[in-house]
C-alpha cells in the first residue's frame, strides 16, 4: 500500500502513521522528523531547513522532494510507503504522482480550535519519536514507550503554530480536492479519540488490502 497522512498541524498524523506502520508492516516516513534528525546532526540539510521550520514555513521543494524520492528509492519502501507530511502542496504532489503514484490518502480532518491544545501539550520522544500528550502522560520526561527522553518541539509554540496554520489552509489543504477528484481521498473525523480515529483509518485501509 502506498498512502499518504494529510492534516493539520496537530491533527494526529504522526500519532496514527506509528500504528498503522507497526500493525501494517509498512515504511513510516516523516518529513518533519527527517528535518528535526538534520537539525539535531547539524547537516547542511539542517542547517537549511531550521530557519524555514522555526518560522512555520515550508522548506524549499527542491529540497523537500530530492529527500523523498530518495527515501522511497530505498529497499525498505519496495513493497509500500506511508508518508507523514509529504506532500504539502501541489508541486510536491505532481513530483510523487510521477514518481510513484498513492493508492490512498487518509485526510485527517479537524477543526482547528482543538489543535492549540493539542500542540501545546504535545511532549515528543528523542529516541522512538513517539507523539504524546501532558494530558494523558503528565510531566514525566521519560517516554512511556520506550524511555526515551521527552521534550517540546521547538516549533509548538502559539506565533510558530498560527504560522503553520496559514501554510497548511493556503498550500496544503487544498491537496484535498486534488486527491478527491482523483477519486483515492479518504476522510476521516480527527476530532475524536486515538482510538476512534485509529478504528475509522483501519475500516479504510483493510478495505484496500
Ligand atoms: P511536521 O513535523 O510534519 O509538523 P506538522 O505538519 O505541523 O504536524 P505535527 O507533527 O505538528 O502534528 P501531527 O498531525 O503529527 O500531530 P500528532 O500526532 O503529533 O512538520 C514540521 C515542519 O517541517 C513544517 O512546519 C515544515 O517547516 C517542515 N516540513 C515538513 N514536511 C514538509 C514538506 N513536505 N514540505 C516542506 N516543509 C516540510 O498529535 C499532536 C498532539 O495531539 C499530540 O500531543 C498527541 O498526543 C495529540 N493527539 C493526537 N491524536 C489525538 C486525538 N485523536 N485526540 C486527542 N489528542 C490527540
Ligand atoms: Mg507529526
Not at 30 to 37: E, Q, W, Y
Not at 52 to 57: H, K, Q, S, T
Not at 73 to 97: I, M, T, V
Not at 126 to 153: A, Q, W
Amino acid at each position: 500500500m502506498k498512502l499518504i497522512m494529510l492534516g493539520a498541524p496537530g491533527s494526529g498524523k504522526g500519532t496514527q502513521a506509528q500504528r498503522i506502520a507497526k500493525d501494517y508492516k509498512i515504511a513510516n516516513i516523516s518529513t518533519g522528523d527527517i528535518f528535526r534528525d538534520n537539525i539535531k546532526r547539524e547537516t547542511p540539510i539542517g542547517q537549511k531547513a531550521k530557519s524555514y521550520i522555526d518560522r512555520g514555513e515550508l522548506v524549499p521543494d527542491e529540497v523537500t522532494c530530492a529527500i523523498v524520492t530518495d527515501r522511497l528509492s530505498q529497499e525498505d519502501c519496495k513493497g509500500g510507503y506511508l508518508l507523514d507530511g509529504f506532500p504539502r502542496n501541489l508541486r510536491q504532489a505532481q513530483k510523487l504522482e510521477a514518481f510513484s503514484a498513492p493508492d490512498a490518502v487518509l485526510y485527517l480532518e479537524t477543526e482547528d480550535s482543538i489543535l492549540l491544545e493539542r500542540i501545546g501539550g504535545r511532549r515528543v520522544c528523542r529516541k522512538c519519536m513517539g507523539s504524546f500528550h501532558i494530558s494523558s502522560i503528565g510531566d514525566t520526561t521519560v517516554c512511556p514507550v520506550c524511555g526515551g527522553e521527552l521534550y517540546r518541539r521547538d516549533d509548538d509554540n502559539p506565533a510558530t503554530l498560527s504560522a503553520r496554520l496559514d501554510v497548511y489552509h493556503r498550500e496544503s489543504a487544498p491537496l484535498a480536492g486534488y486527491y478527491r477528484e482523483r477519486g483515492i481521498l479518504h476522510t476521516i473525523k480527527g476530532n475524536a479519540t486515538q482510538d476512534e480515529v485509529y478504528a475509522a483509518i483501519k475500516r479504510v485501509l483493510d478495505k484496500l488490502q
